[in-house]
């Protein structure tokens, strides 16, 4: 029943909602995350009393429907392991296509290199180029080369040797789909979106320079 989620935790999550539209700096979910909880809170503790209050098949269907969203947050928890920072509402977009709602540090933070890494070796591959967002040390050492752009106008993919020289580039997905860098940079990613990636990892998309190398798709 409506009047369920009059209750004080609600009450103060529709305050933070309210004053969420005067904060200076609006980047991220996490600026606003204390809401989510505090709604979970209140909705459980509305679903619980509008249970109590009702009988017979509504009381059932209560139940059910509860059961129902906790399952789904069960199983979205368990499914997206060890990925948690790319969750994404299925109704949203799901977590595997969630770079292409989300960005920053709702999907791509940095966190991803142990896996890029972890696909680099099972794949025999000694060296490659990262053109990846964030400061973790093990993208600033071999097997890994920060890819470096200062050219002043877009490359077609043929021309992608002349910033690539290992033949394998991995790009993050931040820098790929996010709005960060103007003029070049974002070329170069509009580039990049426009050539298909030979493999994935959760946060990352790996490309074979020249494309014309490529044969097909890893597995």
Request: glycine fraction near 8%.
């Amino acid at each position: 029943r409506p009047k369920k989620l009059a209750n004080w935790i609600f009450a103060c999550s529709l305050v933070l909602l309210v004053l969420s539209f005067a904060y200076r700096v609006q980047i991220g979910i996490r600026i606003i995350l204390p809401l989510v909880a505090l709604w979970i809170v209140g909705i459980s503790a509305a679903l619980v009393e509008t249970g109590k209050c009702l009988a017979g098949a509504k009381q059932r269907i209560v139940a059910v429907f509860t059961i129902f969203c906790l399952g789904w947050a069960i199983g979205s928890a368990v499914g997206v392991w060890p990925h948690g920072l790319c969750y994404v509402n299925e109704l949203w977009g799901s977590t595997l296509d969630g770079y292409q709602v989300v960005s920053d540090s709702n999907y791509d933070w940095g966190q991803g290199l142990k896996e890029l890494d972890e696909w680099r070796r099972d794949h025999g591959i000694a060296e490659m180029e990262l053109w990846h967002f964030g400061f973790d040390p093990i993208a600033t050492h071999l097997p890994y080369r920060q890819m470096r752009y200062d050219i002043d106008r877009a490359l077609s993919p043929p021309e992608l040797t002349i910033i690539i020289s290992t033949g394998y580039l991995a790009v993050g997905t931040t820098l790929l789909y996010g709005p960060y860098f103007p003029g070049p940079e974002q070329q170069m990613a509009a580039t990049l979106r426009s050539v298909q990636p030979v493999a994935r990892t959760m946060t990352h998309f790996i490309y074979i320079v020249p494309e014309r190398t490529l044969k097909a798709p890893f597995p």
